[in-house]
Nanobody, 115 residues
Framework: QVQLVESGGGLVQAGGSLRLSCAAS????????MGWYRQAPGKQRELVAY???????IYADSVKGRFAISRNNAKNTVYLQMGSLKPEDTAVYYC?????????WGQGTQVTVSS
């Protein structure tokens, strides 16, 4: 089992920045991909970005150039640096880890961008 704990959400004005963190514990040796998803009210959960154990990153088109995902393997932590935030970025952001073919999820952290 893998446990994921997110932090760093909050309220920010449009154009501002936030950094989300996700700390993993438990069977972390099995993790090969970590990422962030988000879910806005009335919408499906969608991929924001992910990073592999080798450092390959993938971003949703809607956040390319504004968000950056990074990973500190020594701290078993993944980060999402969000910049130039827009009201449409408002959502609950979930940390995700994939290990041994299993998806693990954090509890989610709210990000609200005011116009």
């Amino acid at each position: 089992q893998v446990q994921l704990v997110e932090s760093g959400g909050g309220l920010v004005q449009a154009g501002g920045s936030l950094r989300l963190s996700c700390a993993a514990s438990g069977s972390i040796f099995s993790i090969n991909v970590m990422g962030w998803y988000r879910q806005a009210p009335g919408k499906q959960r969608e991929l924001v970005a992910y990073i592999t154990s080798g450092g390959t990153t993938i971003y949703a088109d809607s956040v390319k150039g504004r968000f950056a995902i990074s990973r500190n393997n020594a701290k078993n932590t993944v980060y999402l640096q969000m910049g130039s935030l827009k009201p449409e970025d408002t959502a609950v952001y979930y940390c995700n880890a994939v290990g041994s073919g299993t998806n693990f999820w954090g509890q989610g952290t709210q990000v609200t961008v005011s116009s």
